[in-house]
């Protein structure tokens, strides 16, 4: 039984659809993780609104904080390994109130650093952490 005209549309429309779903898995799934959390930083940055949080630890590439959206608290962490740059070596410069960005239809989805966006609020170093300038010149 040959198929008629009336079939021949939806058929083909059905066949384009499902191969623009298996070009978007491919494309997907060749994506590198590291190109991917990069895309989502950068919506954030885009889209995201701005909260308030707190850096609770920084050890090695992953910084930790909590924060609260609606009443609802979240802790997560953040991998900084390819921001290396725009985050200060001394952990303790940086551990405490920070301001961060969350996409507002998915409150879990959150940053504190981006390419182009930092909410760190780097503090300066105590006094006891700076050089004694007389013992320098004594030296």
């Given at each position: ?9 939806p ?92 996409l507002?239809?998915?409150?879990g ?31």
């Open positions: 039984m040959p198929l008629s005209s009336g079939w021949l549309v058929l083909t429309l059905g066949a384009l659809a499902l191969l623009g779903v298996l070009a978007w898995v491919v494309y997907r799934a060749r994506t590198a993780p590291s190109e991917r959390e990069r895309r989502r930083r950068l919506k954030i940055n885009l889209l995201g609104r701005i909260g308030d949080g707190m850096l609770t630890d920084a050890q090695g590439d992953l910084i930790y904080y909590l924060y609260s959206v609606s009443g609802v608290p979240y802790s997560t962490a953040q991998d900084i390994g390819t921001l290396r740059a725009m985050v200060p070596s001394d952990s303790s410069l940086i551990i405490g109130q920070v301001s961060m960005k969350y507002p239809r998915d409150p989805n959150s940053m504190i650093v981006c390419e182009t966006w930092s909410g760190l609020r780097i503090r300066p170093k105590t006094a006891d952490d700076r050089v004694d300038s007389d013992a320098f010149w004594q030296a």
